[in-house]
């Protein structure tokens, strides 16, 4: 067999996908042959998330059917409440998510079936409870009860509803909503590639989702709209961008967060979406700081790149953060929320990962010494 190493497993196809198609020349990102440029704003995430399951958009029965599947799944084991009291001071958010998936399939009776009855009611009862997860744990390490979710409203309103315990405007509920539409699904990229790769073993959702909360957490994937804003935070002014940027582009390797992308060569679409939905934030606030900074930076990024030759453009992590920033989430709840989205995407994935499945089992071209004879232990 030819030993082609594509390290990152950049440019390998794993599979066919009928999902999601991304023209990272043009800027493209299609779900289910909607651009996402066709259902930010006006479609809700639980459309989305119906549209990435079952193929189309759904109708305003299929809809309202929808979201009575997933009414009953807004709770939580009140096991997850005590997992979290009991975490260490400092445990990070998507730590404890991870956790907390993890716990959540001793409370299913049948959390190891992979045949797609089972697998769509995990994935059901995991959009309705991601959120509540999420804003469980910001309310217990504030020292705060969690809230009751309400069934009648929907996942993007219970976030907010079951993080501040009061009832969101429509206009936040419309940013979340868009906020998670775009960061619903993204081919395979590293976490659903994960989820993907956990469940070609056969084994259960919960064991796939917890894999894939685990890769997403990572500082080069969903972890940067975190290092975003940490890094807002320590530039802390408008004049102080340039330098910062200027500091991290002259160390070797150095990366700055929120730009870059493995399939976008011009500006993510998602980006392009939430600099808007940023840009209307800071006006309606009248607080344009971190949307300002957020200008700047991509400003001296442009500058510096040109020069480079390369194009390294901002990307859905980017002005994600100041989004959240202005919602006034904390800097290390922007991954949760990230997973509170992209649980659609890992589900629809791994409902045609479990349809047709081939164990994934890549090579690793050895580079070790060969030939060694074995010592006793007291004579090496
Ligand atoms: N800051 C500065 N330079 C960057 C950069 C960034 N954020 N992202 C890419 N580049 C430059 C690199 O210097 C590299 O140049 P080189 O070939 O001369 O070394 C070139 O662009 C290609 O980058 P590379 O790291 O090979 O791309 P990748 O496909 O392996 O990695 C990312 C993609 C996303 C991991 C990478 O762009 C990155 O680390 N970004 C910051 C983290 C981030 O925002 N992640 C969220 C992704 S949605």
């Not at 991601?130 to 009860?145: D, H, K, M, S």
């Not at 939905?277 to 344009?288: K, P």
Request: charged residues 25%.
């Amino acid at each position: 067999m030819e030993q082609t190493i594509n390290r990152g497993l950049d440019g390998v196809y794993i599979d066919e996908s009928a999902i999601c198609f991304i023209d990272g020349g043009k800027g493209q990102l299609v779900y289910r042959g909607y651009d996402i440029r066709e259902l930010a704003g006006k479609a809700s995430f639980e459309e989305v998330a119906y549209l990435l399951w079952r193929g189309e958009l759904p109708d305003r029965a299929q809809l309202d059917a929808f979201r009575a599947r997933l009414a009953p799944y807004f709770r939580v084991p009140p096991a997850v409440y005590d997992l979290y009291r009991s975490l260490p001071a400092g445990t990070s958010p998507m730590a404890a998510l991870r956790s907390a998936v993890s716990l959540l399939a001793g409370f299913d009776e049948q959390p190891d079936g992979v045949d797609e009855a089972n697998v769509h009611r995990i994935g059901t009862q995991l959009l309705a409870q991601f959120p509540l997860l999420v804003a469980a744990f910001q309310r217990i390490r504030a020292g705060q009860e969690p809230v009751e979710p309400r069934p009648d409203l929907s996942v993007a309103a219970n976030f907010l509803y079951t993080l501040t315990g009061e009832e969101p405007s429509p206009a936040a509920t419309r940013v979340m909503d868009v906020a998670l539409v775009l960061h619903a699904e993204h081919g395979s990229n590293a976490s659903t590639f994960v989820a993907r790769a956990t469940a070609s073993t056969l084994t259960d959702v919960y064991s796939a989702i917890t894999a894939a909360v685990g890769a997403l957490k990572g500082p080069l994937h969903g972890g940067a709209n975190t290092a975003v804003m940490k890094a807002l935070e320590e530039i802390g002014s408008l004049e102080a961008v340039e330098p910062y940027v200027m500091g991290v582009l002259a160390k070797p390797g150095g990366r700055v967060m929120g730009f870059g992308h493995r399939v976008y060569k011009v500006l993510d679409p998602r980006a392009e979406i939430l600099k808007e939905v940023s840009r209307g934030l800071a006006e309606e606030s009248g607080d344009s700081k971190w949307f300002e900074m957020s200008l700047e930076m991509e400003r001296v990024m442009d500058r510096e790149m040109a020069k480079k030759g390369k194009q390294v453009k901002p990307n859905v992590d980017f002005f994600s953060a100041s989004v959240y920033r202005m919602l006034g989430f904390p800097g290390d709840m922007y991954t949760p929320i990230f997973a509170v989205a992209r649980i659609a995407g890992w589900m629809a994935h791994l409902y045609e990962q479990y349809a047709d499945n081939r164990i994934m089992r890549p090579r690793l071209v050895y580079t070790g010494p060969t030939g060694k004879t074995f010592t006793p232990i007291d004579e090496r």
